[in-house]
Protein backbone atom coordinates (compact mmCIF):
# COMPACT_ATOMS: atom_id res chain seq x y z
CA UNK A 1 0.00 0.00 0.00
CA UNK A 2 1.49 3.55 -1.02
CA UNK A 3 1.31 6.13 2.14
CA UNK A 4 0.30 9.45 1.07
CA UNK A 5 1.41 11.85 3.82
CA UNK A 6 4.18 13.64 2.93
CA UNK A 7 6.54 12.87 4.81
CA UNK A 8 6.58 9.21 3.12
CA UNK A 9 7.97 9.09 -0.37
CA UNK A 10 5.22 9.21 -2.75
CA UNK A 11 6.58 5.75 -4.59
CA UNK A 12 7.48 4.09 -1.69
CA UNK A 13 5.73 1.27 -0.77
CA UNK A 14 4.53 -0.08 3.27
CA UNK A 15 4.96 -3.58 3.99
CA UNK A 16 2.42 -4.28 6.22
CA UNK A 17 2.72 -6.34 9.20
CA UNK A 18 -0.84 -6.24 11.19
CA UNK A 19 -3.79 -4.16 11.79
CA UNK A 20 -5.81 -3.01 14.71
CA UNK A 21 -9.45 -1.15 14.68
CA UNK A 22 -9.91 1.79 16.46
CA UNK A 23 -13.31 2.31 17.13
CA UNK A 24 -15.75 3.20 20.30
CA UNK A 25 -15.84 -0.51 20.77
CA UNK A 26 -12.41 -1.63 19.61
CA UNK A 27 -9.30 0.31 20.36
CA UNK A 28 -5.73 -0.06 21.37
CA UNK A 29 -5.90 0.85 25.07
CA UNK A 30 -2.61 1.88 25.43
CA UNK A 31 -3.52 4.86 23.74
CA UNK A 32 -6.52 5.96 26.59
CA UNK A 33 -8.73 5.18 28.88
CA UNK A 34 -11.53 5.47 26.04
CA UNK A 35 -12.55 6.09 22.77
CA UNK A 36 -11.92 10.44 22.90
CA UNK A 37 -8.79 10.13 24.33
CA UNK A 38 -7.16 7.22 22.28
CA UNK A 39 -8.13 9.63 19.08
CA UNK A 40 -6.73 12.72 20.73
CA UNK A 41 -3.74 11.01 21.32
CA UNK A 42 -2.96 10.23 17.64
CA UNK A 43 -4.42 13.52 16.90
CA UNK A 44 -7.58 12.32 14.99
CA UNK A 45 -11.23 13.37 15.48
CA UNK A 46 -13.17 10.74 17.36
CA UNK A 47 -15.44 9.91 14.75
CA UNK A 48 -18.40 7.32 15.28
CA UNK A 49 -17.60 5.50 12.19
CA UNK A 50 -13.54 5.05 13.59
CA UNK A 51 -10.48 4.11 11.62
CA UNK A 52 -8.17 1.15 11.20
CA UNK A 53 -4.35 1.40 12.06
CA UNK A 54 -2.12 -0.35 9.25
CA UNK A 55 1.14 -0.83 10.96
CA UNK A 56 4.20 -1.59 8.51
CA UNK A 57 7.57 -0.73 7.17
CA UNK A 58 8.83 1.21 4.17
CA UNK A 59 11.53 0.09 1.93
CA UNK A 60 13.77 1.39 4.23
CA UNK A 61 12.71 0.08 7.53
CA UNK A 62 11.25 2.41 9.16
CA UNK A 63 8.27 1.88 10.95
CA UNK A 64 5.15 3.60 10.25
CA UNK A 65 1.33 4.13 11.41
CA UNK A 66 -0.97 4.56 8.74
CA UNK A 67 -4.35 5.91 9.61
CA UNK A 68 -7.31 4.78 7.05
CA UNK A 69 -11.15 5.71 7.29
CA UNK A 70 -11.61 1.99 6.01
CA UNK A 71 -12.84 0.27 9.00
CA UNK A 72 -14.35 -2.47 7.15
CA UNK A 73 -11.25 -3.76 5.11
CA UNK A 74 -9.34 -3.53 7.97
CA UNK A 75 -11.82 -5.93 9.80
CA UNK A 76 -12.13 -8.11 7.71
CA UNK A 77 -8.38 -8.62 7.61
CA UNK A 78 -8.17 -8.97 10.93
CA UNK A 79 -10.77 -11.63 11.14
CA UNK A 80 -9.35 -13.39 8.25
CA UNK A 81 -5.42 -13.51 9.79
CA UNK A 82 -7.04 -14.34 13.37
CA UNK A 83 -8.53 -17.64 11.63
CA UNK A 84 -5.05 -18.21 9.71
CA UNK A 85 -5.92 -16.95 6.32
CA UNK A 86 -3.83 -14.69 3.92
CA UNK A 87 -5.43 -11.18 3.13
CA UNK A 88 -3.83 -8.67 1.03
CA UNK A 89 -4.60 -5.42 3.10
CA UNK A 90 -4.15 -2.71 0.74
CA UNK A 91 -6.92 0.22 1.52
CA UNK A 92 -7.28 2.39 -0.89
CA UNK A 93 -5.10 5.75 -1.07
CA UNK A 94 -8.21 7.68 -0.89
CA UNK A 95 -8.86 6.13 2.39
CA UNK A 96 -5.53 6.96 3.66
CA UNK A 97 -6.26 9.62 6.52
CA UNK A 98 -2.28 10.30 7.39
CA UNK A 99 0.66 8.23 8.40
CA UNK A 100 2.15 8.61 11.61
CA UNK A 101 5.52 7.60 12.09
CA UNK A 102 6.44 4.72 14.67
CA UNK A 103 4.24 2.14 16.72
CA UNK A 104 1.69 2.46 19.38
CA UNK A 105 2.04 -1.65 19.97
CA UNK A 106 4.82 -3.70 20.26
CA UNK A 107 5.54 -6.32 17.52
CA UNK A 108 7.44 -9.02 16.93
CA UNK A 109 7.58 -9.21 13.41
CA UNK A 110 9.05 -7.09 10.73
CA UNK A 111 9.07 -7.21 6.87
CA UNK A 112 11.41 -9.80 4.95
CA UNK A 113 14.09 -8.05 2.95
CA UNK A 114 14.45 -5.10 4.59
CA UNK A 115 16.03 -3.44 7.39
CA UNK A 116 15.66 -4.21 11.13
CA UNK A 117 12.59 -1.80 12.77
CA UNK A 118 13.49 1.87 13.52
CA UNK A 119 11.81 4.81 13.46
CA UNK A 120 12.02 7.46 10.89
CA UNK A 121 14.52 9.84 10.24
CA UNK A 122 13.04 13.48 12.38
CA UNK A 123 11.35 15.86 10.11
CA UNK A 124 13.81 18.27 9.36
CA UNK A 125 11.50 21.70 9.81
CA UNK A 126 11.13 19.98 13.26
CA UNK A 127 7.08 20.18 12.56
CA UNK A 128 5.91 16.40 12.68
CA UNK A 129 4.70 14.43 15.32
CA UNK A 130 7.13 12.54 17.91
CA UNK A 131 7.10 8.80 16.64
CA UNK A 132 5.02 6.90 18.72
CA UNK A 133 6.15 4.08 21.05
CA UNK A 134 4.91 0.99 22.78
CA UNK A 135 4.73 1.37 26.27
CA UNK A 136 7.71 1.04 28.92
CA UNK A 137 6.97 -2.73 30.34
CA UNK A 138 9.51 -1.88 33.17
CA UNK A 139 7.67 0.74 34.62
CA UNK A 140 3.34 0.93 35.91
CA UNK A 141 1.44 3.83 34.96
CA UNK A 142 -2.26 4.25 33.19
CA UNK A 143 -0.86 2.02 29.67
CA UNK A 144 0.25 -0.78 31.83
CA UNK A 145 -2.52 -0.93 33.90
CA UNK A 146 -4.79 -0.68 30.80
CA UNK A 147 -2.55 -3.68 29.58
CA UNK A 148 -2.70 -5.63 31.74
CA UNK A 149 -6.41 -5.41 32.13
CA UNK A 150 -6.61 -6.29 28.67
CA UNK A 151 -4.62 -9.55 29.05
CA UNK A 152 -7.07 -10.63 31.85
CA UNK A 153 -9.62 -10.39 29.17
CA UNK A 154 -8.17 -12.44 26.90
CA UNK A 155 -6.32 -15.31 29.23
CA UNK A 156 -9.93 -15.26 31.31
CA UNK A 157 -10.45 -18.27 32.23
CA UNK A 158 -6.36 -18.95 33.23
CA UNK A 159 -6.59 -15.97 35.69
CA UNK A 160 -9.90 -17.30 37.12
CA UNK A 161 -8.84 -20.89 37.74
CA UNK A 162 -6.14 -19.00 39.81
CA UNK A 163 -8.63 -17.56 42.31
CA UNK A 164 -10.46 -20.00 45.00
CA UNK A 165 -13.65 -18.37 45.62
CA UNK A 166 -14.04 -19.81 49.38
CA UNK A 167 -10.69 -18.72 50.34
CA UNK A 168 -10.52 -15.34 48.40
CA UNK A 169 -14.59 -14.05 49.13
CA UNK A 170 -15.99 -16.83 51.42
CA UNK A 171 -19.56 -18.32 50.80
CA UNK A 172 -21.07 -14.84 50.27
CA UNK A 173 -19.26 -14.74 46.97
CA UNK A 174 -20.83 -17.92 45.31
CA UNK A 175 -23.23 -17.52 42.55
CA UNK A 176 -26.75 -18.81 42.65
CA UNK A 177 -27.75 -21.43 40.23
CA UNK A 178 -28.81 -18.97 37.56
CA UNK A 179 -25.70 -17.01 37.52
CA UNK A 180 -26.24 -14.07 40.02
CA UNK A 181 -25.57 -13.21 43.00
CA UNK A 182 -27.99 -12.98 46.04
CA UNK A 183 -29.44 -9.85 45.08
CA UNK A 184 -28.75 -6.90 41.95
CA UNK A 185 -27.32 -3.67 43.03
CA UNK A 186 -30.56 -1.72 44.67
CA UNK A 187 -31.31 1.48 45.49
CA UNK A 188 -30.05 2.36 49.22
CA UNK A 189 -31.56 6.00 49.05
CA UNK A 190 -34.77 8.08 48.51
CA UNK A 191 -32.82 9.20 45.42
CA UNK A 192 -32.54 6.41 43.99
CA UNK A 193 -28.56 5.98 44.00
CA UNK A 194 -27.10 2.53 44.55
CA UNK A 195 -24.95 1.16 46.77
CA UNK A 196 -21.66 0.23 45.24
CA UNK A 197 -20.19 -3.60 45.67
CA UNK A 198 -17.56 -4.04 48.28
CA UNK A 199 -18.03 -3.86 52.20
CA UNK A 200 -15.42 -1.63 54.22
CA UNK A 201 -13.16 -4.01 55.22
CA UNK A 202 -12.28 -3.85 50.57
CA UNK A 203 -9.56 -2.29 49.16
CA UNK A 204 -9.97 1.73 49.48
CA UNK A 205 -8.66 2.01 45.94
CA UNK A 206 -11.24 -0.85 44.93
CA UNK A 207 -14.21 0.90 46.50
CA UNK A 208 -13.61 4.07 45.03
CA UNK A 209 -13.16 2.49 41.21
CA UNK A 210 -16.35 0.15 41.92
CA UNK A 211 -18.17 3.93 42.96
CA UNK A 212 -16.67 5.46 39.90
CA UNK A 213 -18.21 2.46 37.41
CA UNK A 214 -21.23 2.72 38.92
CA UNK A 215 -21.33 6.93 38.64
CA UNK A 216 -21.41 5.65 35.24
CA UNK A 217 -24.43 4.09 35.19
CA UNK A 218 -25.94 7.36 35.87
CA UNK A 219 -23.63 9.37 33.72
CA UNK A 220 -22.78 7.54 31.19
CA UNK A 221 -18.76 8.46 30.68
CA UNK A 222 -17.31 8.92 27.17
CA UNK A 223 -17.48 6.61 24.32
CA UNK A 224 -15.21 3.21 24.23
CA UNK A 225 -14.60 3.84 28.26
CA UNK A 226 -17.07 0.93 29.10
CA UNK A 227 -16.56 -2.13 26.49
CA UNK A 228 -18.26 -5.26 25.78
CA UNK A 229 -16.79 -8.04 24.18
CA UNK A 230 -18.42 -12.26 24.05
CA UNK A 231 -17.62 -14.42 26.35
CA UNK A 232 -18.84 -17.88 26.52
CA UNK A 233 -22.26 -19.49 27.64
CA UNK A 234 -24.19 -16.14 26.94
CA UNK A 235 -22.11 -14.22 28.74
CA UNK A 236 -20.23 -11.00 28.28
CA UNK A 237 -16.66 -9.84 29.19
CA UNK A 238 -16.74 -6.36 30.79
CA UNK A 239 -13.30 -3.82 30.36
CA UNK A 240 -13.79 -0.80 32.14
CA UNK A 241 -11.60 2.42 32.94
CA UNK A 242 -11.33 5.36 34.44
CA UNK A 243 -8.65 7.59 35.93
CA UNK A 244 -6.40 5.22 37.97
CA UNK A 245 -8.36 2.08 37.31
CA UNK A 246 -9.17 -0.46 35.26
CA UNK A 247 -11.78 -3.50 35.68
CA UNK A 248 -12.30 -6.66 33.75
CA UNK A 249 -15.13 -8.72 34.47
CA UNK A 250 -17.74 -11.90 33.51
CA UNK A 251 -21.11 -10.80 33.60
CA UNK A 252 -22.05 -14.34 35.16
CA UNK A 253 -18.99 -14.31 37.28
CA UNK A 254 -16.38 -11.99 39.26
CA UNK A 255 -13.86 -8.90 38.46
CA UNK A 256 -10.88 -7.99 39.13
CA UNK A 257 -9.70 -4.37 39.37
CA UNK A 258 -5.96 -3.27 38.29
CA UNK A 259 -5.00 0.27 40.35
CA UNK A 260 -2.35 2.86 39.13
CA UNK A 261 -1.16 2.90 43.16
CA UNK A 262 -1.17 -0.87 43.23
CA UNK A 263 1.93 -1.83 40.37
CA UNK A 264 1.28 -5.18 39.32
CA UNK A 265 -1.60 -5.55 41.55
CA UNK A 266 -4.48 -7.31 40.28
CA UNK A 267 -7.43 -7.29 42.47
CA UNK A 268 -10.42 -9.98 42.40
CA UNK A 269 -13.80 -8.84 43.35
CA UNK A 270 -16.50 -11.44 44.80
CA UNK A 271 -19.63 -11.69 42.63
CA UNK A 272 -21.39 -10.95 46.04
CA UNK A 273 -24.80 -9.02 46.07
CA UNK A 274 -24.06 -6.01 44.36
CA UNK A 275 -21.71 -6.93 41.56
CA UNK A 276 -24.39 -9.05 39.47
CA UNK A 277 -26.60 -6.11 38.98
CA UNK A 278 -23.82 -3.25 37.95
CA UNK A 279 -22.14 -5.32 35.70
CA UNK A 280 -25.61 -6.17 34.26
CA UNK A 281 -25.97 -1.96 33.72
CA UNK A 282 -22.33 -1.63 32.95
CA UNK A 283 -23.08 -4.06 29.66
CA UNK A 284 -26.22 -2.14 28.95
CA UNK A 285 -24.25 1.08 28.56
CA UNK A 286 -21.51 -0.48 27.07
CA UNK A 287 -19.89 0.03 23.28
CA UNK A 288 -19.98 -3.75 21.07
CA UNK A 289 -18.02 -4.16 17.84
CA UNK A 290 -20.21 -5.04 15.22
Known amino acids: MAATDETVAD ?15 QFPSVLGDDYVAACA ?13 VLGQDSGGARWTVVVEDVSSVAVAIASWDCGMEYDLSPDDRSVVCALPGWPLALAVSAPGVPEPHDPSPDPDGGGPAPLRPPDTEVWGPPQRRLGADEIALQWAAWRDQIDDETAFGSS ?51 GRIR ?63
Open 173 to 223: AEPTEDGEGQNDVSPDDEDGSRAAPGGPGQHSGVRKALEAALAYVGSPPPP
Open 41 to 53: TLGLEPYAEGYGL
Open 228 to 290: SAFAPDGARTLRVDGPGWSLVARTDDIAFVLLDDEPGEIIPVGRGPELPGLLKSLDELAARPA
Open 11 to 25: DDALFVLTAVLLTPA
